[in-house]
């Protein structure tokens, strides 16, 4: 047997690197109309399906059985009590470490709201909130199984990788007189990586294709109520299409601060779809680098601190005549009555490094793309991918420069995240200083 299995190495019909991959996916298109995230502007939920949702996954194994599985799901982003749910039931049902999962949304806006997240954002009547209770449910147990289908299916397999370009967005960030507002700033930072992991089968047979952008999945505005992934939903329709068997998956890197160009159409998320998955394709028809080597991963909580705030400043915030700032005011009074006013939140910071051939750094919230363009920098030798969106998506994640600027990104949205305001000034310092530490972890310098 072992001089057979010498043979075929030989003759390159062996995978040499000893990685194993498996793939899963399920469907989570909701079946009855739901409410739509993202948007507060919305009234109604949703009427109708564009494109079907999906949660589909990558477990790969090393030589020496060390494993990582990669989830990507066409939602929002996802609550940290669902993404700990899940991530404690595959440790007891799998065996799998916190450090060895990513769970990363493509942050489409015509997706369901994913309770508790944003709720403040949203008027539901009580048979649209049981919809998201229940959907919530459903998605936890969804997640588990398609993690465990993934692992299921490990079978011997060839990683390569390889970066395309992409333009479809723009920095949002527009400096006006009155302040930063979301519009079109064209002398904005921007980052047009479009990195691409290829998964083949031991006979070269495309399995999976694991790709990312960043910019936000918001083509199709508040006034869409069909449920869809909007631009990364049709990239990964299109690949799926053009390479019938293999799974297309999307990972939302660090597209905070980004907005499509042009949107509001259907047309436009299709065309948007178009742009990345032929970047993708042409990385797939070029050379690819190989990846090899074992899988190594660190994953830590850290602290981020917001800015002093005092009772005194919600109480007066309830007399505003903004509905979302009561409702700020009305839960930090609570918390401040409890005895627990909200000083700091945790947020994860993960590393999973294939050899030294491919690195992904996993953050979670909505992050603004100077993180991906520094950490970058400070990562010349690693062939280095930035997700955040990854793991939950209970915050803006600004950079310095950003929440010097002001505006939606660092201030206004932590009223519906129902924070008490913006972060201390040593927020970008903090998550650098926990990047460092899970790279260092895994062997990258
Ligand atoms: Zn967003």
């Known amino acids: 047997m072992r001089t057979i299995a010498v043979l075929l190495l030989a003759a390159g019909l062996l995978p040499a690197a000893g990685f194993r991959a498996g793939?899963?996916?399920?469907?989570?298109?909701?079946?009855?109309?739901?409410?739509?995230?993202?948007?507060?502007?919305?009234?109604?939920?949703?009427?109708?399906?564009?494109?079907?949702?999906?949660?589909?996954?990558?477990?790969?194994?090393?030589?020496?059985?060390?494993?990582?599985?990669?989830?990507?799901?066409?939602?929002?982003?996802?609550?940290?009590?669902?993404?700990?749910?899940?991530?404690?039931?595959?440790a007891k049902e799998y065996g799998l470490e916190r450090s060895r999962l990513v769970l990363n949304c493509s942050h489409t806006h015509t997706g369901p709201v994913v309770?508790?997240?944003l709720?403040?954002?949203?008027?539901?009547?009580?048979?649209?909130?049981?919809?998201?209770?229940?959907f919530a449910k459903e998605l936890e147990n969804k997640l588990v199984s398609v993690i465990g289908a993934a692992l299921g299916d490990l079978a011997p397999a060839k990683l390569s990788t390889g970066h395309g370009k992409a333009v479809i967005g723009i920095n949002r960030r527009q400096v006006t007189p009155k302040g930063v507002i979301i519009g079109l700033n064209p002398e904005g930072p921007t980052d047009p990586d479009v990195p691409v992991l290829k998964v083949e089968t031991a006979d070269g047979k495309l399995k999976a294709v694991l790709f990312g952008f960043s910019c936000h999945n918001t083509t199709l505005t508040g006034e869409h109520y069909k449920l869809s992934g909007d631009y990364a939903g049709f990239a990964q329709l299109n690949l799926e299409k053009t390479h019938p068997?293999?799974?297309?998956?999307?990972?939302?890197?660090?597209?905070?601060d980004q907005n499509p160009n042009p949107r509001g159409t259907v047309e436009h998320a299709e065309q948007h779809g178009r742009t990345i998955s032929q970047a993708v394709d042409s990385v797939l028809g070029g050379a690819m680098k190989p990846v090899r080597g074992n899988v190594r991963s660190s994953f830590m909580s850290i602290d981020l601190t917001f800015k002093p705030h005092t009772r005194e400043q919600f109480v007066e915030e309830l007399n505003s005549k903004d509905k979302f700032r009561v409702r700020r005011a009305q839960s930090m009074l609570r918390a401040y009555d409890e005895g627990r006013p909200?000083?700091?939140?945790?947020?994860?910071?993960?590393?999973?490094?294939?050899?030294?051939?491919?690195?992904?750094?996993?953050?979670?919230?909505?992050?603004?793309?100077?993180?991906?363009?520094r950490a970058?920098?400070?990562?010349?030798?690693?062939?280095?991918?930035?997700?955040?969106?990854?793991?939950?998506?209970?915050?803006y994640i600004p950079s310095l420069a950003v929440m010097?600027?002001?505006?939606?990104?660092?201030?206004?949205?932590?009223?519906?995240y129902g924070y008490p305001g913006p972060f201390s000034d040593d927020l970008e310092e903090t998550i650098f200083a926990a990047i460092h530490n899970v790279m260092a972890r895994v062997g990258a310098k």
């Open 23 to 90: 793939v899963g996916r399920v469907k989570i298109t909701p079946d009855k109309p739901i409410w739509l995230s993202g948007y507060a502007s919305r009234n109604h939920p949703s009427d109708g399906v564009l494109h079907d949702l999906w949660a589909k996954s990558l477990a790969v194994e090393d030589g020496k059985g060390a494993r990582a599985v990669l989830v990507t799901v066409d939602l929002v982003g996802l609550p940290p009590s669902l993404s700990n749910a899940v991530a404690a039931r595959v």
């Open 115 to 117: 309770r508790p997240n």
């Open 119 to 134: 709720l403040s954002m949203y008027d539901l009547d009580a048979e649209q909130g049981q919809r998201l209770v229940e």
């Open 245 to 256: 068997g293999a799974t297309a998956m999307f990972m939302q890197l660090c597209g905070a």
């Open 342 to 373: 909200t000083r700091k939140v945790s947020y994860p910071v993960q590393a999973i490094r294939f050899g030294k051939d491919y690195t992904l750094v996993a953050l979670g919230g909505e992050v603004v793309v100077e993180y991906a363009l």
């Open 376 to 395: 970058k920098k400070e990562f010349p030798k690693e062939n280095l991918v930035v997700a955040g969106y990854s793991n939950e998506v209970s915050s």
């Open 404 to 416: 010097k600027g002001g505006g939606y990104e660092p201030d206004f949205s932590q009223i519906y």
